[in-house]
């Protein structure tokens, strides 16, 4: 476990390949890692990319002002599929390009982009719905 904001900040900074992985694979206590957005918003995707996210931080960052931010979360398996619909909504058509990508995704979800805006999102949704590729509510 990730003990310590230096050490976060030390493994995020380090390029060498086992010790940034540390970062992405070590669990970061929640202190640490609203520590990291507050202080360093250029670490949001870092902090997301992390595999042991807590819940709680993960969902603290739907609702980001910047659409690489909110792409980055619809990307997260973890991402309770309320809120992945949520994201279906999007203004941004790369996050909602996300969504329609995303592996567990609602039947309602893909009906809403199936009439999406962006021919490719409206024709993926539309093919995964024929296939039945959803998770059921």
């Known amino acids: 476990m990730i003990t ?10 380090n390029q060498e390949h086992p010790v940034s992985q540390r970062a992405v694979m ?5 202190e640490i890692l609203f520590h990291a957005i507050q202080e360093r918003p250029d670490l949001k995707p870092a902090v997301i990319h992390n595999k042991l996210i807590p819940l709680t931080v993960l969902l603290s960052l ?7 931010i909110r792409s980055c979360v619809a990307k997260k398996r973890k991402l309770p599929l309320d809120y992945l ?12 390009r996300e969504v329609v990508h995303h592996t567990k995704i609602w039947k309602q979800t893909l009906e ?19 296939e039945q590729d959803y998770k059921p509510l």
């Open 4 to 13: 310590s904001w230096d050490e976060y900040i030390d493994l995020l900074d």
């Open 26 to 30: 070590e669990e970061v206590s929640e």
């Open 62 to 68: 739907v609702d980001d002002p910047d659409p690489r």
């Open 85 to 96: 619909h949520k994201l279906a909504h999007d203004p941004d058509d790369g996050v909602r």
């Open 112 to 130: 809403h982009l199936s009439s999406d805006e962006k021919l490719d999102i409206a024709k993926r949704a539309a093919k995964r719905l024929m």
